[in-house]
DNA sequence: ACCTGAACACCGTTCAAGT
DNA sequence: ACCTGAACACCGTTCAAGT
């Protein structure tokens, strides 16, 4: 238990590090990996980092600023990984698996839509449409609606997150399936209720897939030249 | 200015009529839409109800069943009203104009999957999938698809949201674009830029169409008997 | 039974005071 | 300049005390 005098280790409370923005991003993403978006608050990291609260305040400004950095330090990390040749459908199964990794992502994706993490995920998936041969005019379309299926995911993903970490995941589906059940039976709901039946078996990643697929099959009979009926947009008739 | 003394009009209080669980939603309703969703708090709906912070705890558990409630009331009465013969398309539709008018409910139907409010929606568009030919084992996906493009949009829509009022939608989104365009300049993301530029002029109501159209035309494939194709689950050929 | 409103145990954020 | 931690202005929720 000798201490080596290395370096700059003269000053007395070296030990720790000086405090930085990444250091705090840092540790805010341990935190809410570890015990969930609740448990992050300026005092729960300020006692992390040996610190007072208000010491956060000179590197971030806001607790916003600091979940929007979490999350884009995260996706920054996939995206950057997974660019090289990965195409569309391969880079929306990445960021479905990211936001299972890290529940509280979801939810923050879902709280702003112009931070850098969704702007980052827009980008990321736009580049690849013209590669999967998206006509140039349905690309922000494409591009929004398989955003809009991360974000939606997200969500759900989000939501499951909240309950304790005792229950497992897997009997966390089995208790909503059966609430979904009690309630749609009460309510008379039928679809719901098979579809509970069903979300108690299959796994949601399979759907998140699927759902990706609809949507790249859709874009798919856009690259025709033209389409012989546009939609119209009175949908009234049978 | 005379009082009449009309049926049950012998209580002093009796002007107010006695605290009830839909009359405490309806309040909550009307906070939210008027002031947001910062603005109700246990302390505000009191006073609006003229009563003590604790007396709505008689008829309602918690603020989160308090949000769930508002959000059920808001959904179950255009899933009443629309039902009849719309097909999915214009319940999508009317989903999305519902979420526009009452901007708290998108993060509200984004909070927890299993809550009334959201399985309303899943079973309205449920109801309406076998209608529209889609073969009975896709429907879940195809269901789960529209639903995750409501709750997507739901998300983007809440959170813009969260400005003051006095900017207006147009100023918010011209706000949003160059934000947008100026960060995407400096993080060289192209995509993104030319998105905010096409954001700017064009409504997010044709783009939440187009998503759905999009999962339909996709839907719409799955129709054929026998796709070719299955889809397979290594992307990484060319 | 229903209501009241002070009290409790928290938040995010600010700011005088230290180093 | 950076840090500290008490203080401020809130929350949701509880609960003794009233009617």
Redesign the interface.
Same mark, same amino acid.
């Given at each position: 238990m000798r201490e080596t005098e290395s370096e700059g280790e003269r000053h007395p409370g070296r030990r720790r590090e000086a405090l930085s923005a990444s250091g705090i991003v840092r540790a805010a993403i341990e935190i809410l990996d570890a015990e969930g978006e609740d448990a992050l608050t300026f005092r729960s990291l300020a006692k992390r980092l040996s610190t007072g609260a208000g010491a956060i305040y000179h590197h971030v400004a806001s607790k916003d600023e600091l979940l929007e950095a979490a999350a884009a330090e995260l996706v920054a990390a996939i995206v950057a990984t997974a660019t090289p %040749? $990965? %195409?569309v459908?391969?880079l929306m199964l990445e960021a479905f698996d990211l936001i299972d990794a890290h529940r509280w992502l979801g939810?923050q994706?879902?709280? $702003?839509? !112009?931070q =850098?993490a969704v702007?980052?995920v827009?980008?990321a998936v &736009?580049?690849r449409l013209a590669v999967a041969g998206v006509p140039e005019d349905?690309?922000? +379309? /494409? =591009?929004?609606?398989l955003?809009?299926?991360?974000? &939606?995911?997200a &969500? @759900?993903h #989000? #939501?499951?997150a909240?309950v304790p970490l005792a229950v497992g995941r897997s009997g966390l589906l089995k208790t909503?399936a059966d %609430? !979904?059940t009690s309630? #749609?039976r009460r +309510?008379q709901?039928?679809? /719901?209720r098979?579809?509970a039946r @069903?979300l108690a078996d299959h796994d949601d990643r399979r @759907?998140? =897939? $699927?759902?990706v +697929?609809?949507?790249?099959? &859709? $874009?798919?009979?856009?690259t025709r030249p033209a389409p012989p009926h546009a939609?119209t947009p009175r949908?009234?008739g049978?």
């Open positions: %040749d $990965a %195409d459908r391969t939810s994706l879902a709280r $702003a839509p !112009w =850098a702007l980052l827009v980008e &736009g580049e349905h690309q922000f +379309d /494409v =591009a929004s609606a955003v809009h299926h991360i974000l &939606g995911a &969500g @759900q #989000a #939501a499951s909240r909503v %609430d !979904w309630r #749609a +309510d709901l039928p679809f /719901v098979a579809m @069903q @759907q998140f =897939a $699927a759902g +697929d609809l949507i790249l099959a &859709g $874009a798919a009979t856009l939609p949908p009234t049978s």
